[in-house]
């Protein structure tokens, strides 16, 4: 489903905070990723400084809630307003996770992980359809970090390849949080890649986190990507046509710029070169596998 998809480059998470240094930056940064729920039902002066931002940047807007494997579908307001952002900044795509954030009217203010059955993938399958046929363009889902894994009839890769066996939507395989879940929950990321669809991948995020003093694992976005994750992505470049790398950086920002720079350089250089510059608005392999790591 990704053949068409525009190859967007090396781009970074927007945050109010990295602005000046994105403005800064020139090329530098080949796109940007948008909080959607910043910009739905916004006024006007917002939405104008998001056609600012566009001017320079081809943009993609990232959901937290969509939550697409609650019992309900998707508020129909929701998904309207979300089909004008996305004409409105002629995103290539749109993402959202693979979770719940409400139950009911409640929200949970979290991404909770889903029960991995059969069943559950097939609905989140048939609500994710349905909600990308309404948008109109493709819908990517993103693989989230969960701390307490109950008993499932599904390991997480399987039932990423089931959501995706009853869907034409795509992947937005978060490296970060693959590793640390590896990590935290004991599996092997060689056999996790094995069982995914990797012809369905369309954009990979990167980020750095914490640990904690007994050894867990945080998805915090507040450090530079670690090498494990730098060797994932050379593994996964090797094997499927990745669209746009994208690295997060939400917290303990750096005084320079340039160490957000030299990450979206390197992840362009493992990837591989993408259009030049004017295309793109228009439209060396880190060490180490990261197999099994612990």
């Known amino acids: 489903m990704s053949a068409h998809l525009p190859h967007l480059g090396s781009g970074l998470g927007y945050r109010r905070e990295l602005a000046d240094g994105i403005a800064a930056s020139g090329t530098a940064v080949d796109w940007l990723e948008v909080i959607t729920e910043h910009y739905l039902f916004a006024p006007a002066d917002t939405r104008q400084a998001l056609r600012e931002l566009r ?18 579908p998707p508020d129909p307001r929701y998904v309207t307003a979300l089909a004008e952002l996305v004409q409105e900044i002629e995103a290539p795509w749109f993402s959202d996770h693979l979770c719940f954030t409400r139950s009911d009217t409640v929200s949970v203010g979290t991404l909770t992980p889903l029960p991995r059955s059969r069943a559950v993938a097939r ?38 390849a089931e959501v995706m066996e009853h869907c034409a939507c795509g992947l937005l395989l978060d490296l970060t949080n693959l590793d640390i879940n590896s990590r935290n929950h004991h599996y092997d990321v060689g056999d996790f890649l094995d069982t995914i669809p990797l012809e369905r991948v369309v954009q990979v995020h990167l980020a750095g986190g914490t640990q904690d003093p ?44 340039t160490e957000i720079t030299a ?10 070169p993408g259009p030049a510059p004017a295309a793109r608005r228009a439209a060396a392999p880190a060490p180490g596998r990261g197999r099994g790591a612990r």
């Open 123 to 160: 609905d989140v399958a048939r609500r994710a359809q349905r909600v990308q046929d309404e948008v109109g363009v493709p819908l990517i889902l993103e693989n989230i970090t969960y701390h307490i894994d109950l008993p499932n009839p599904l390991s997480e890769a399987e039932f990423i």
């Open 214 to 257: 007994d050894g867990t694992a945080r998805d915090t976005h507040s450090a530079p990507v670690p090498e494990r994750v730098w060797g994932l992505l050379a593994e996964l470049s090797a094997r499927a046509d990745i669209k746009a790398t994208l690295l997060e950086r939400d917290q303990d920002f750096p005084e320079d710029f």
């Open 55 to 72: 001017s320079g940047h081809p943009l993609v807007p990232h959901g937290l809630e969509l939550s697409l494997g609650s019992p309900r």
């Open 263 to 272: 990450e979206i350089d390197r992840a362009r250089d493992t990837v591989g």
